[in-house]
Structure formats: structure tokens, C-alpha cells
């Protein structure tokens, strides 16, 4: 009888599955209060995890959206695992990666780009200032190490001026830089977002300051645009170990271009709902004039380093500021973009 038995259970192994099916993965992106992120939004079909998604319907993986409105959270998130992929902005690179590299797991990697700023962002200045010759010696506010602090330590650079030629004030956030312009009339000049750039300046708005002006912006009627690259970054580790559900992100991501194409409102309401946003889609869709999302032309000229604003130029751009004009990196910083930038599986899907 134990013989018996014992040929039972050898075939009811033989006949039962030689292994558990795998569990499904599903990726948890932390996201801030953005519109720029619509490809996204389109691909998983809004914010929850859902079998009706691309990124399922290619690569059986589901994605959640989550809001994390403070970065070093995000970036902790990162370290630890919890989020394999997040978002950033391309300047920011070579900063977080000093201390992200140290572990090679956790080396970020440029998988895509979701947007470039197209007047979201931009230099308010009072008084008889005219561009960026009229600013050495005055006072500046900025939030420190954030795309506004890059805009306008580029735009210093522009006319030969850095950080030292001007009196900077850092403040925490674009926000209070904006506050603080308004509230004191001693400084000069500030870097903020929209819609406070336009605010500030239409002589038809009570937000007017008078005699403020935009010196400066990403508006593409600027020769600025295309510097504030807004990123996918994924863990060195999950892009070893998963290169197919990269391969497969990216393609949902393009496709996700053309879905958010043929339902904006639907879409500016999926981010909407996510963010809180009150105004609803009618509010993300002004958000949405401010950004260009990314598709296949976008995602093929980033990735091109002959590109004056490719990844690679901005990280290279981006490292050189903070080395020279604010030290903030060491002076013998010299890391190669291609260490950091993987564009390979965008480039695989947009063929």
C-alpha cells in the first residue's frame, strides 16, 4: 500500500503544473500633480491597474499610478525597490545619480521621455531689465537644485555670468520664488511656473506686478525650448532583469501618444481625478498647453545626440553648470550620459 501510494503522488506530480504561476507584476509609478504625464495616463486607461491596459495587453504587467507629490520620497522609493521606475527631470540626472550610483542596482537609466516644458516655465524680471546682460548684481530668487535653479543658471551662462555675479536666494518650491517677488519689491527677478509667469505679467490680471515681464521662457518662441526635459527613469537592476516589460513599457507609452491624441478630455479627466484637481479637465487642459507630450518624433530626437537638447547634451549641460557656477558637483565629475541614458527599447519601438 505505501508503494501505491507512493506512485500516486509521483503521478499526480508528473500531471500537476511543474510549477506556481508567476504572480503578476504590477509597476507602482509616483507621480507629482502634472498634466504632462497624458501618454501615460492613456496607455494604463487611467490611474488604477487594469487588465484593459497596454502595458497588459503587451507584456501581461499591470501599472498604479500613484500621487507622491515629494520627490525625496520618490527618490527613496526608488533606492529601496518599491518604485522601479519614476519620474524626473533630465537635469536633475547628474545629481541624483552620485548618490543613486553608488549601489549599481539602483543606477538610474533613461528609458523615455513623457514631455518637454513649452511655457511652463520661465525668468520674471522688474524694473528696467531687459535679458540676462542687465542681471550681474542683482538679486535672484530660485528654488535650489529643481529645473528652475538649471533655467536660469543656463541663462547666466548665456551672457557670461554665473552663479557669483548674481545675488541668488533660494527659497523651497517655484511657488514661494513667485511669492517672494511679490511680496518684496527689492528683488529683481525670479524663476517660476505657470500659470504664475502669466499672472504676474498681463496688465490685465489683478496678479499683475507692475513692470514685471518674462525675460525668458520654454515657450518654443524661445531659444529655450526643449532645455526642461521631463523623463522616465528605471533601476539598472529591473531593466536587467526585465527587459522585455521595458521594451513593452515603451511601446505602450507611444501608442499611449496616440490614444491620448484622439481623447484629450477623457484623459485630462483620468489625471484629474488622481491629482484632485478642482477644475477638472477643463484645468489639466490648460496644464496641457504649457507641455509637449511625448510621441515617436519627440522620444527619436531626444535620444539623438547630435540634438542640442538630446538626454545626453542636457546631462552634460546640466553637470557643467552645477560643477562650475554652483560647485555642486566635484571637480572631477565626468560622468559619460551614455552610462545613464537607455534608449535602445524606445528606439525599438518607434521604428
Not at 487594469?50 to 503587451?58: A, C, I, N, P, T
Not at 539602483?106 to 513649452?118: A, E
Not at 543658471?153 to 511679490?182: E, Q, S, T
Not at 528605471?234 to 491624441?261: C, H, Q, S, W
Request: aromatic share 12%.
Amino acid at each position: 500500500m505505501k508503494k501505491m501510494a507512493f506512485f500516486v503522488v509521483i503521478i499526480t506530480l508528473l500531471l500537476s503544473p511543474c510549477c506556481k504561476k508567476e504572480k503578476e507584476i504590477t509597476i507602482k509609478i509616483p507621480l507629482v500633480t502634472w498634466g504632462g504625464y497624458a501618454a501615460l495616463f492613456a496607455a494604463n486607461g487611467g490611474a488604477s491597474p487594469s487588465e484593459d491596459s497596454l502595458f497588459y495587453k503587451y507584456g501581461k504587467f499591470k501599472v498604479e499610478l500613484i500621487q507622491e507629490e515629494n520627490p525625496t520620497n520618490q527618490l527613496i522609493g526608488f533606492a529601496g525597490g518599491a518604485y522601479p521606475i519614476i519620474w524626473s527631470t533630465m537635469d536633475m540626472l547628474p545629481i541624483h545619480y552620485l548618490e543613486l550610483s553608488k549601489d549599481k542596482r539602483t543606477s538610474p537609466k533613461v528609458i523615455g521621455l513623457f514631455d518637454y516644458s513649452r511655457g511652463g516655465d520661465g525668468i520674471i524680471a522688474r524694473g528696467d531689465i531687459k535679458d540676462g546682460a542687465d542681471l550681474k548684481g542683482k538679486k535672484i530668487v530660485t528654488a535650489q537644485y529643481t529645473p528652475s535653479h538649471y533655467f536660469i543658471l543656463y541663462y547666466l551662462d548665456k551672457f557670461g555670468l554665473k552663479a557669483g555675479d548674481v545675488n541668488m536666494i533660494y527659497v523651497g518650491d517655484a511657488i514661494l520664488a513667485k511669492d517672494a517677488f511679490v511680496t518684496q519689491k527689492d528683488v529683481d527677478v525670479c524663476v517660476t511656473w505657470s500659470p504664475f509667469i502669466y499672472d504676474l505679467t498681463d496688465n490685465t490680471k489683478e496678479s499683475y506686478i507692475e513692470g514685471a515681464k518674462i525675460i525668458a521662457s520654454t515657450a518654443d518662441e524661445y531659444p529655450y525650448y526643449g532645455l526642461i526635459a521631463d523623463i522616465y527613469l528605471a533601476r539598472a537592476d529591473f531593466v536587467e532583469k526585465n527587459p522585455e516589460i521595458i521594451k513593452n513599457f515603451t511601446k505602450a507609452m507611444i501608442d499611449g501618444y496616440d490614444i491620448f491624441l484622439q481623447n484629450k478630455e477623457k484623459v485630462a479627466g483620468q489625471i484629474a481625478d488622481l491629482f484632485g484637481i478642482k477644475g477638472g479637465a477643463e484645468e489639466v487642459a490648460l496644464m496641457l498647453n504649457d507641455v509637449t507630450v511625448a510621441g515617436k518624433e519627440e522620444n527619436k530626437r531626444f535620444f539623438d545626440s547630435n540634438e542640442q537638447f538630446s538626454a545626453y547634451n542636457i546631462f552634460n549641460i546640466s553637470a557643467r553648470l552645477y560643477k562650475e557656477s554652483e560647485k555642486k558637483l566635484p571637480e572631477d565629475y565626468a560622468i559619460d550620459p551614455n552610462l545613464v541614458v537607455e534608449g535602445s527599447f524606445m528606439l525599438e519601438s518607434i521604428k
